[in-house]
């Protein structure tokens, strides 16, 4: 066993919903501009102000990180591994997007060595964004799955994925059978769930691409398995919205067909729900079920809003991770990601002038913003008691930011805010994080750490 | 005089209107390879294929610019000089905005020292991000309408500026009468119009701000210097454009107030035009008026989706630049503009399913959308014979676009689409571009050049 290290620097987290505290939001988050973060093999052993903190810990060895923000690792709760290289196509909604980029890009996987390549290639986006845990879909094909679990144990890090279950309205060559899909996630989820960091997501892609034999073995897979995760889309696109009840007779709306098979509740995510209707909202609540946000996707293929105003109704909240949807989202940075929710946040609250409350919800503040990408996101995944903060006995993954990184303009910016000493209290960190996450970028990453180790350093410029 | 210089490199820019070239829009671009632009005194002199061009010019000093796209110079038709510093500001919608971050700031420039310096980082930021020329609004003190343009005439850049009047709900500090915006603008047109490569505008801020002197006051600017350019805003915000009636009583619609006092026509500019009707689109049309057309901003504050398939109707096409906003804008960068435009028109097209002529013209394809800051953007803003692309007589202003430049992701995603021989054929060099302006930003522009001059060159990373 290692001995404990330290690392010193100016920390911020959060311990709340900052929905809950509306007006003072800052109540939900903690600022320690001189912090103390103790790490024992991999986890956090302690945490506080330096002064408190240093006091428990004689003859440490202390890591010392001047002028930056330390935020927990970001959660992305929905991204494509195989869409890696094909973020940012061109032209098309939700339904011939798919047939004309996606699945001739995801066949491919079904080489191993493209496979593996490109999952080097996904850690490494991930870890320049700051992302140190997502959950991932993969392809129809094992080979995928396995190279993306391979290579997230080598690194260490915290995953959710699954093999992706198609058999309708995909190339011949890219479905399985429902029954090639059960037994290979079967075999898949004996090799690689709870190993080490990884966990398992039994993983239909979207109900109009399953037939109900699909759906029927998903079922079956839960059933024998109560402790994986569940991850698919739901009401994304309108078009796909109208035709799933053709795939799905019987079904009164789109929750209706994964509750009809038994995979809603705790571990569900349902990715987008752009169409849900108020009665969906409340069932996906009452159940603990969760939505993934994805603004970058929603805009890119002309989806539509997210009603994150409704989705935070204290009255029937629904858990949320927020994702990239890389490769429809255009930006592997959950960064990104926050710069697109404001936008949407603000669209969506200038059309409810008669829903004043609603309408506030929607404003995406930097303490709600950071919490749905730290915290919240891994609430909304059932891992917070593993990640999101720096809780003692979770893991120790944080990313380091450099409030000033992004275009010229931002070091100007932050100037009104903050002088050469940096943030000293709890606002004027929050409003260097709507900076970074509005004015800045991927460059905003200094460092990405997981598990006490540096993963990540951004190449300095000259 | 002195001699020619040629550049040779690979050069993609416009000769029309791709709206005007629906299924085959690459008729409206020119590519080159291997071209070869001439530059004498500034300006273009040759331009064409290095076979064809260097055997009319002998014996001429030729600077190489492999591995990149050279485009002309991008043009930002709407953006705000003294709110460089507060781009990204939290939480409000126009009018509330306005009175919480953009006054307060923009009162500072009535300090000279204030002003200079901050010309100084508004043009470093706009040749960081490619733009060479800009329709700008500036404060309603001379102060800093003097310091932009002296700022512009060290750089020798184009500049349509002019001082900003206001004489309704601001801070009393902040506004002026009418008489003396009159005199003010008098003076500064005398001292800047036509000089060097400055251009004024006689730039009310809003109809909102402005009372019935103020805009008489710019009509008699206008019938005094025809000459001049005309820069306002016009229905931007739903509740601005509720307002707008109280303050203008007995004008039908928005446009109609300006029409009122003879500021429409060419080269008028009035930016956003979200809630315009499709009366007020003809009428735009009719009189060679230009909106410009502002995504980032535009979501930034929730104002809405600009129709941008209403306002590229063959049958009543609108002149449009394409604008940052900033600081409502987030991004100085019109590649972050691209971004924004291209989900505005994907949101509008699914929205649009039973006028499938108007989706698609909301489709922000590469071509239409680099014509829309390239030459597009010069003819919104009547400057199409100075600038906008590299016909011989036209100014050499022009950037250097590295297509890997971007997040780690962008070089993979680029080369489904090129080899290290880079782009061979006009739609090689559109999916780079496509790519830039989705998955890449201000990082793509590795130079800028004016009048011939490199002002700009990227820090490289190591």
Known sequence: MAPPVGIRGTFFDFVDDPWKHVGHEHEAARFHPDGLLIVEDGKIA????????????????????????????????????????????????????????????????????????????????????????????????????????????????????????????????????????????????????????????????????????????????????PDCWVNTHISEDRAETREVYAAHPGCADYLAIYEKYGLTGPRFTGGHGIWLSDDEFERLSASGSAISFCPCSNLFLGSGFFRLGRATDPRSRVRLSWGTDVGAGNRFSLLGVLDQAYKVGMCNAASLEDRPEEAERNKVSPYRGFWSITLGGAEGLYIDPLVGNFAPGKEADFVVLDWNGGPLAQSWRQSLTVDAAGPQTIDQAADLLFGIMMVGDDRAVDETWVMGRRLYKKRVEI
């Open 46 to 225: 302690d945490f506080g102000s330096y002064d408190d903190v240093s006091k428990r810990h004689r003859a440490l060895e202390v890591t010392q990180i001047p002028d930056r923000l330390i935020l927990p690792g970001f959660v992305d709760g929905h991204i494509h591994f195989p869409q890696t290289r094909i973020l940012g196509a061109f032209g098309e909604q939700l339904l011939p997007w798919l047939q004309r980029w996606v699945f001739p890009e995801e066949l491919k996987y079904q080489d191993r060595d493209y496979a593996r390549d490109a999952a080097r290639r996904f850690f490494d986006n991930l870890l320049a964004s700051g992302t140190t845990t997502c959950q991932a879909f993969t392809t129809s094909a094992p080979v995928a799955t396995e190279e993306l679990f391979d290579e997230a144990t080598r690194r260490n890090m915290r995953l959710i994925a699954g093999l992706t279950g198609i058999d309708r309205l995909a190339p011949a060559e890219y479905m399985r059978s429902a029954d090639s899909f059960y037994a290979d996630s079967k075999r898949l989820i004996a090799r690689y769930h709870r190993q080490g960091r990884n966990l398992y997501a039994i993983t239909p892609r979207y109900a109009l691409g399953a037939t109900e034999a699909l759906l029927a073995a998903c079922r079956r897979l839960k059933q024998e398995h």
